[in-house]
C-alpha cells in the first residue's frame, strides 16, 4: 500500500543548480498534481496532469518544468534553482467528485 | 478564483476540550475538503464533503452550501490531534482542482 512516494524526501542545491523531483502513484490514478508549500499560504499548485501525456499550468509554474513520464509517474524539475524555490514540494493523485486527491510525504527542498 | 478563509489561524486547546474550525469559501463548489497535516509530515484526508455532515471517531466535519461555510469539530481533544487542520475546495469544472486555505495550527497540551 505505497500510495504516493515521493524522491528524495530532503534536497539542498546551491542557486543555479539543476534536480528533478520524483512522484510515483500505484492506485492506478488519470490526475497527478505537484503543489508547493510555504510558511503562512496555502498550498498552490504548479502544475498538474489530467491524464498520461498531457500536462498544463497551474497557479505558480514559472521556474519549473514536469513530465508526466506515464501513468504512474509526474516528474517535477528545477533548471536553475533560486533562493525563491526554497519550500516543501507535494506530489498528490486522484481526485474525483467521489473521492479525494491522495498526498505524498513532500519533498523539503533547501536552496542556498 | 474561490478564495478560501480559515479561523483561527493558530488554536491553543487543553486536552478534552471541545474543537471548532472554521472555513468560509466566496463561490460555488462541488465538494469541499478537510485535511490533515503533523508538524514536518505528509497530509492526509479526514474528510470530503458536499452537504450535510460526517463523523469519523471523534471528528464531526458540517457543511453549509447556502452560507458556504464549513467547520471541523474535535471532541474530548488529545495532544495526538496537535496538527495544521487545512479547508480545500473543489469548484467543479473538468479538472478536479483544489483552492485551499492557510491552514489552522491546533496545539493541544496535556
Known amino acids: 500500500n505505497a500510495g504516493v512516494t515521493q524522491t528524495p524526501k530532503f534536497q539542498v542545491l546551491k542557486t543555479g543548480q539543476s534536480m528533478t523531483l520524483q512522484c510515483a502513484q500505484d492506485?492506478?490514478?488519470?490526475?497527478m498534481y505537484w503543489y508547493r508549500q510555504d510558511p503562512g499560504m496555502g498550498l498552490r499548485l504548479i502544475y498538474y496532469s489530467a491524464s498520461e501525456g498531457t500536462t498544463d499550468k497551474g497557479e505558480v509554474p514559472n521556474g519549473y518544468n514536469v513530465s508526466r513520464l506515464n501513468k504512474r509517474e509526474f516528474s517535477l524539475r528545477l533548471e536553475s534553482a533560486a533562493p525563491s524555490q526554497t519550500s516543501v514540494y507535494f506530489c498528490?493523485?486522484?481526485?474525483?467528485?467521489?473521492?479525494?486527491?491522495?498526498f505524498g510525504d513532500g519533498t523539503r527542498l533547501s536552496i542556498l | 478564483k474561490n478564495e478560501v478563509e480559515q479561523s483561527p489561524q493558530n488554536l491553543t486547546a487543553q486536552e478534552g476540550e471541545f474543537i471548532t474550525i472554521n472555513c468560509s469559501y466566496s463561490?460555488?463548489?462541488?465538494?469541499l475538503h478537510w485535511l490533515q497535516q503533523h508538524p514536518g509530515g505528509g497530509i492526509v484526508s479526514l474528510f470530503m464533503?458536499?452537504?450535510g455532515k460526517k463523523k469519523h471517531g471523534r471528528l464531526i466535519a458540517t457543511i453549509n452550501i447556502q452560507e458556504k461555510h464549513s467547520s471541523l469539530h474535535i471532541t474530548a481533544s488529545h495532544p495526538r490531534d496537535s496538527a495544521v487542520y487545512i479547508c480545500?475546495?473543489?469548484?467543479?469544472?473538468?479538472?478536479?482542482?483544489?483552492?485551499f486555505g492557510k491552514g489552522t495550527l491546533l496545539t493541544v497540551n496535556p
Open positions: 463561490v460555488g463548489i462541488s465538494a
Open positions: 492506485m492506478n490514478h488519470n490526475s
Open positions: 464533503l458536499s452537504s
Open positions: 498528490a493523485s486522484g481526485g474525483t467528485v467521489e473521492q479525494p486527491q491522495h
Open positions: 480545500a475546495v473543489n469548484s467543479g469544472g473538468s479538472n478536479y482542482k483544489l483552492t
